[in-house]
C-alpha cells in the first residue's frame, strides 16, 4: 500500500497497483502529453556500488557500461548461457551507486545472482525495494514536476533511438513507432511518495494507471521483460539489440548466440504489432494464440503460428496487440487469434476468433548480417 492507494477511482491491478483510476482512455491521452504520472511501486530497485561496480556488471551483461557517465541512462540484458533473457534491467549510474530497475520479482532473483558473482571485486550489492519506489511520467509539466521534487534517481528510457553499438530490425522506410517515447522513471524513497501523490490532489498532474502505460507501449513497440519475454526469447525476436545490447562489446554470457543468430541465421521468432478487429468489442488475455488466414482459427487441427504477449485499447488506435510470430509467417497474411494461453484447444475457447492484421517490426529477413562466402563443389 502507497499514498496512491488512497486516490478516489482507483482500480487495483494484480500487482497491487492501480490499474486505472476510472478513466483509463483520458488517463492514456494525459499521460501521452505528459501531464500525467503511473505509480509503478510493484517494481524492484537493487543498487550497486563499490569501485568495481560498472567493470563487473560490464563484463557479465550485453550493454557497455564501462564509459557510463553519471547520470546517463542505458539498459541490458542478463542472458542465459544460450542468448536467451532472463533479465532485463534499467542502468543509470549516479557517480557513487548503480541503479538498477527492474519488472516486478525480479530484484531478489537478480540481487541474489548478482551477490553469488561478486567473488573478490570491490563490489557490494543490496536489494533497495522495500525504501525506494518508482513512478513514471513523458516528457511534460508532469516530468518537470517530479524531477523538482530531488528524486534519488532518474532514469530515462532510451527507446526512442538506436543506442550505440545497437542495430534495429525495423525497417527504416518509415517513422520508427517509438521516435517520440519520451518515458522517465523517478526513484523516490517510499517515505516520501506522499509528497509526489500532493501533486495529484492539487490538480498539478493527473494519475494514470498501468493500463494507460501498457497501452501506449503497445503502440511503440515497446518490450518489456513482464510483458514480452517467456523462456525461451533472445533479444532479437523482439528488437531489443536497438537499445539493450551492444555488439562489438566483447564476451559476456550468452554471447556467441546473440553473434550468431544476427551474423549468420534469422530468430525463429518475430514481434508483431497487430491491429485487432474492433466489432466484437473484446481483447484477447496475454498467450491467446494467432493463428493465420480467415477462419483458421476454427479449423479443426489448426496451428497456431504465434502468440499474443500483450493486448491494449489505445486511444487512437482503438483494438492493438504485440504477439510473438513464427519467422515463417508471411508478412501480409491476414491472422486470427483466438484462445487461452499454448497448449490449450482454440476450439474450446469461448467467443469468436478476432480478426487481425499485421504490422511488421521485426521483418522475417531480420539477421545474417554477414554474408559468408561458400566454396565451390562440384
Known amino acids: 500500500m502507497t499514498p496512491f492507494s488512497e486516490l478516489p477511482g482507483r482500480v487495483a491491478s494484480d500487482e497491487g497497483v492501480a490499474s486505472h483510476y476510472g478513466e483509463p482512455l483520458l488517463e492514456q491521452r494525459a499521460l501521452e502529453a505528459g501531464g500525467a504520472i503511473v505509480d509503478l511501486s510493484h517494481h524492484g530497485i537493487v543498487v550497486v556500488s563499490g569501485a568495481d561496480r560498472l567493470s563487473w556488471l560490464h563484463s557479465m551483461t550485453s550493454q557497455h557500461l564501462l564509459a557510463l557517465r553519471p547520470g546517463e541512462s542505458t539498459e541490458t540484458l542478463l542472458l542465459d548461457p544460450n542468448g536467451r533473457i532472463e533479465r532485463a534491467v534499467r542502468v543509470v549510474d549516479d557517480g557513487e551507486r548503480t541503479w538498477l530497475l527492474v519488472d516486478a520479482g525480479s530484484a531478489a532473483p537478480l540481487a541474489a545472482f548478482l551477490t553469488r558473482m561478486r567473488f573478490a571485486l570491490r563490489v557490494e550489492v543490496e536489494d533497495r525495494s522495500e525504501k525506494y519506489a518508482t513512478v513514471l511520467a513523458f516528457e511534460g509539466d508532469a516530468r518537470d514536476a517530479l524531477h523538482s521534487l530531488g528524486p534519488a534517481a532518474e532514469w530515462r528510457d532510451p527507446w526512442s533511438a538506436v543506442a550505440r553499438g545497437g542495430v534495429q530490425y525495423a525497417r527504416d522506410d518509415a517513422e520508427h513507432a517509438g521516435a517520440h517515447w519520451s518515458a522517465t522513471h523517478f526513484v523516490f524513497e517510499r517515505e516520501r511518495l506522499a509528497s509526489v501523490v500532493d501533486l495529484v490532489t492539487r490538480g498539478a498532474v493527473r494519475a494514470a494507471g498501468v493500463l494507460a502505460l501498457d497501452a501506449l507501449e503497445v503502440r511503440a513497440w515497446r518490450p518489456s521483460q513482464a510483458g514480452d519475454v517467456d523462456e525461451r526469447t533472445i533479444p532479437h525476436e523482439l528488437d531489443w539489440l536497438r537499445t539493450a545490447v551492444h555488439l562489438t562489446k566483447g564476451c559476456y554470457r550468452g554471447q556467441e548466440t546473440v553473434a550468431k543468430v544476427h551474423n549468420l541465421g534469422h530468430p525463429p521468432r518475430r514481434l508483431a504489432l497487430l491491429h485487432l478487429d474492433g466489432t466484437g468489442g473484446e ?15 476454427t479449423e479443426p487441427g489448426a496451428r497456431p503460428v504465434g502468440r499474443v504477449t500483450r493486448a491494449a485499447l489505445h486511444h487512437e488506435w482503438g ?12 508478412e501480409d497474411v491476414a491472422l486470427e487469434v483466438r484462445g487461452g494461453p499454448e497448449g490449450a484447444d482454440p476450439q474450446a475457447a469461448p467467443g469468436d476468433p478476432i480478426a487481425a492484421t499485421q504490422e511488421v517490426i ?16 562440384l
Open 283 to 297: 481483447l484477447p488475455v496475454a498467450g491467446a494464440l494467432v493463428f493465420a488466414g480467415p477462419g483458421s482459427a
Open 319 to 330: 483494438g492493438i496487440a504485440l504477439a510473438l510470430l513464427k519467422r515463417s509467417v508471411a
Open 362 to 377: 521485426v521483418p522475417s529477413s531480420a539477421g545474417a548480417a554477414r554474408s559468408v562466402p561458400r566454396l565451390k563443389r
